[in-house]
């Protein structure tokens, strides 16, 4: 399995809407596992194609990994969905803390729908149809939102976007130093 490199904002593919895909075949099985491993490596709960650079509508999920107390990972739950819909929101929202591997280290709370439904194609192309709420249906939003090129950013007010993009940048900053102190 490969681990992918990931873009990270301000990236401009990551503001771009990704094609549905129409062919399923093992060269994107392959590239969907490929996903997945780079999503645990970077210690993701979620990742979308756009944030490795292809404009394609998958992402990979896994809600439920955990991390025992020596630090091994263990995998919970993978899903894989291709060409996502959301075809419907509750009218109830609830507001979660939100992070992203696209805009490293940052977090903060984004409003959501409390429950979703998702059609979608698993790596089969068989059509599905599941219903998620709280942190799971948070998890898919965010992941399909990055499908319509729209980070958890986007939804902050210019305040909050502008003080933490302040941090991202400040962060950057402190790393360049460092590495430029300890060049290897
Ligand atoms: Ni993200």
Redesign the pocket.
Known sequence: MTVLSLREYPDPILHQKAEKVEEINDALRQFLDDMLETMYVDK?V???AP?VGVLKRMIVIDAEQEEDEDGHHKKGKPMFLINPEIVYKSEETIFFC??????PKQSADVERFQKIKVRYQDKTGTEHEIEAEDYLAVVLQ??I??LDGI??IDHLSRLKRGLLLKRLQKMRAEKEKEKQKNPQ
């Open positions: 993701g979620g990742l979308a944030q939100e992070g992203c591997l696209s805009v965010h992941e939102d990055h980070l958890y």
